[in-house]
Every structure is written in C-alpha cells, then in structure tokens.
C-alpha cells in the first residue's frame, strides 16, 4: 500500500467545552454521531473525548484533502474503538463514497488528550 495522504490536528478542549455550553446538543449533532455522543456521553470528561474526535475528523479531512465541507462533512466520519481499544475510523456517505472514487484501502487514526488539548493524526493508504 502506498500512502494517499496524512493529517494533522490539534485542540483546545475549552473550544468544545465552550461550544457545548453555548449551542449543547444542536452542536454535538451537527458534529458527532449518534455512536460518538453515546460513548462521550459516558466518559468522566465528555469534552476531551469530543475534542479529541473533533481532531481526527479534522486530520482526516487533511489526508483526503479536502477539508470539511463539499466532498466530506462531519458526519461522514465516525471514531469507533475496536475491542482492543485503537480507535478506528468508519466512512458513511460522501466519505465512504470518496474513498471507493479514490481507491483508498484504509484509514488508520491516533488519537491523544491532556488536561488542556486533544489531539489526532490521520494516514491515507491506497494501492
């Protein structure tokens, strides 16, 4: 496999704390999946868990190269965790449909939090 593309993100926590407190739950559905908000929803601290999703759509978004918007949008992208605890990014709709037009094979993400900022990279492979 070869590599299609690599992202980058990073954030402070505080942006989505902020955002929440000021838009709640018409934010977090614009932005999150149903899955997403249930496992944040559990966590000791939703908003770091959030961020730090927030940062591997953004680094995803950079690895396709196309940012969000026309040819992906945030709820293209889903951050699931496997049993073993990697996180694992699954496309829906124009993601899962740009990685078929583009021959991507896999999507591989990490994910990383501190107190203060959530961070994430995302590695594009393709044949």
Known sequence: ??????G???IEVERI????EEFGDRFLERIFTAGERAYCGRQKRPAIHYAARWAAKE???KAFGTGIGEKLG???????RRESGEP???LHGRGE?????NG?????????????????NAVVLWE
């Open 59 to 61: 680094a995803v978004s």
């Open 17 to 20: 704390e902020e955002a929440v």
């Open 97 to 101: 449909a740009f990685a078929e037009e």
């Open 74 to 80: 945030w709820q293209d992208m889903e951050v699931c």
């Open 8 to 10: 980058i993100d990073v």
């Open 88 to 90: 694992e990014l699954v």
């Open 1 to 6: 496999m070869k590599i299609f593309g690599i």
């Open 104 to 120: 991507i094979q896999q999507v591989k993400i990490s994910l990383t939090h501190a107190k203060n900022y959530a961070a994430a």
